[in-house]
């Protein structure tokens, strides 16, 4: 896990790196219309998707237009933690409800399958691995659901979320949009 966090942290800093430099103006010029139309809010938004819904959208990248549209690095990581832990709550009532439904069980043997094995292994553990590396978190959320974890101790480690958003937007901040400025 180790190993595919620091290999996934790389990957994202090198490809953000790579298409900030070819696309440069135009980043710049998406970031500045996001934050003008979107604001926080959409970075909420944009955290939140995909963190409740399992949606292929990259909130990462998210807030690396919210900086290239200027707005403030503790505004982005509050709106996108906010995002992250609302979305991880409603993740988690899905997996409760959807638990003994069969496309629920077909979904996480197909596309959650090592996540599902990890919840079922280790349960808050796995939980807290997923929180802060590149495992799926919103599958986490859904099987800690199925799995009936207390939702007390779900929502205490979800809340590491924030950490991990500051944490990225800073190696965001300090590689990517360098290159940029």
Known sequence: ILRTTLIGIG??????????????????ALGKDFVD???????????FLPDALTLPIPADAINMLAMAGKM????????AGLGSVV??????????YVANRAWFRRFMERRGSEVDRLMRRYGPV?????????VP?????????ALNMRFRTFFL???LRIPRVAFYLLLIDQGVLQVVF
């Not at 139309?37 to 955290?47: F, I, R």
């Not at 403030?72 to 709106?79: D, L, N, Q, Y």
């Not at 979305?87 to 409760?96: A, H, L």
Request: charged share 5%.
């Open 157 to 159: 480690i979800s809340l």
């Open 37 to 47: 139309n979107l604001g926080p809010w959409g970075v909420a938004l944009g955290w």
């Open 87 to 96: 979305g991880g709550c409603v993740g988690f009532r899905i997996g409760r």
């Open 137 to 145: 978190y919103s599958i986490a959320c859904w099987g800690s659901g």
């Open 11 to 28: 990957v994202l800093i090198v490809a953000m790196t790579i298409v900030t430099y070819a696309f440069r103006v135009q980043i710049l």
């Open 126 to 134: 796995a939980l807290l691995i997923a929180v802060i590396t590149p």
């Open 72 to 79: 403030k690095f503790w505004t982005v990581v509050a709106f």
